[in-house]
Nanobody, 124 residues
Framework: QVQLVESGGGLVQAGDSLRLSCAAS????????MGWFRQAPGKEREFVSC????????YYADSVLGRFTISRDNAKNTVSLQMNSLKPEDTAVYYC?????????????????WGQGTQVTVSS
């Protein structure tokens, strides 16, 4: 079992940056692909970014491509999401998730473990 705890959310202005972190428990962190998802009020949870077990492959949603960067440190059991040039439409609760799928996936249903989420609010 993997427990995930996100941190780093907050209230920022448009154009600012934030760095989200997710700390994972357990010794098997490197066997999981990791993803970030977000959910805005009244909307479905949507894919943001994911990273393969080794960190060599990453995917991004078109809406964040070029602004967000995902990374992981398997020695520290952490995954991070650097968010630059934030926009009001990035406002959401951001969730870290772990997937045991062999293929890197952007589908929320393919992720086995989820954190509790951290709020990101971007004012205009």
């Amino acid at each position: 079992q993997v427990q995930l705890v996100e941190s780093g959310g907050g209230l920022v202005q448009a154009g600012d940056s934030l760095r989200l972190s997710c700390a994972a428990s357990g010794r098997t962190f490197s066997t999981y692909a990791m993803g970030w998802f977000r959910q805005a009020p009244g909307k479905e949870r949507e894919f943001v970014s994911c990273i393969s077990r080794s960190g060599s492959v990453t995917y991004y949603a078109d809406s964040v491509l070029g602004r967000f960067t995902i990374s992981r440190d398997n020695a520290k059991n952490t995954v991070s999401l650097q968010m630059n040039s934030l926009k009001p439409e990035d406002t959401a609760v951001y969730y870290c998730a772990a997937s045991g799928q062999l293929v890197l996936t952007t589908t929320p249903g393919d992720y086995d473990y989820w954190g509790q989420g951290t709020q990101v609010t971007v004012s205009s």
